[in-house]
């Protein structure tokens, strides 16, 4: 059986990369499953844990820490801890699934520092504006985040050359192809056939 990959997909607030990568999953015909990541805060209703998270409290969440359990791990507003399990990760990947890792690109730069073969791809808006317009649509935030949100994204694109690829998401069909096909060409690589191509150098002839 072939492993899996870890893709990891990030990019600013607004540029589409819940809906990309649903549709990816979606698409993938159970080939590919999402990360659940584990947290510290309280479920919320219809929540189960292992599936929309694992709840974790802190002293269990802290022991993973210590035991270097995280692919990576976040503090957010100083009160609930968020973080990727390296255990479901490789298990999904060694049953020959895709695994699927929606993160801020802090959080993608050190999961590639703990798993050089992820291939992170950065979501980008087509423009500056467009975001704008984008974030300002949604309805959902004040304009004071709104602007905090912008100036975030600024430095986020900043690290656009960390990545493995870059998708400019002005049209989303046409996006969501382009990540497709990354997952394609990423399974034909030397590094992922390795085991078939030394299977075929070993066989008889």
Do not use: W
Request: charged letters at 30%; one cysteine or more; a negative charge.
């Amino acid at each position: 059986m072939k492993k899996g990959i870890l893709f990891i997909i990030s990019g600013p607030s607004g540029v589409g990369k819940g809906t990309v990568a649903k549709a990816l999953l979606e698409g993938s015909e159970g080939s590919m499953v999402f990360s659940v990541s584990a947290t510290t805060r309280a479920p919320r209703p219809g929540e189960e844990h292992g599936r929309e998270y694992f709840f974790l409290s802190d002293e269990e969440f802290n022991a993973m820490i210590e035991a270097g359990e995280f692919l990576e791990y976040m503090n957010v507003f100083g009160r609930n801890h968020y973080g990727t399990p390296r255990k479901y990760v490789e298990e999904q990947i060694a049953m020959g699934h895709d695994v699927l890792l929606d993160i801020d690109v802090n959080g993608a730069m050190k999961v590639k520092e703990n798993c050089p073969e992820a291939v992170a791809v950065m979501l980008a808006p087509p423009t500056m504006k467009e975001l704008r317009r984008r974030l300002e649509t949604r309805g959902t935030e004040e304009q004071p985040v709104i602007e905090r949100r912008l100036a975030e994204a600024k430095s986020e694109l900043s690290r656009m050359g960390e990545y493995d690829y870059v998708v400019v998401n002005d049209d989303l069909e046409l996006a969501i192809e382009q990540c497709r096909r990354i997952v394609e060409t990423s399974k034909l690589t030397p590094g992922y056939c390795a085991d078939f191509v030394n299977e075929l150098i070993e066989e008889d002839f």
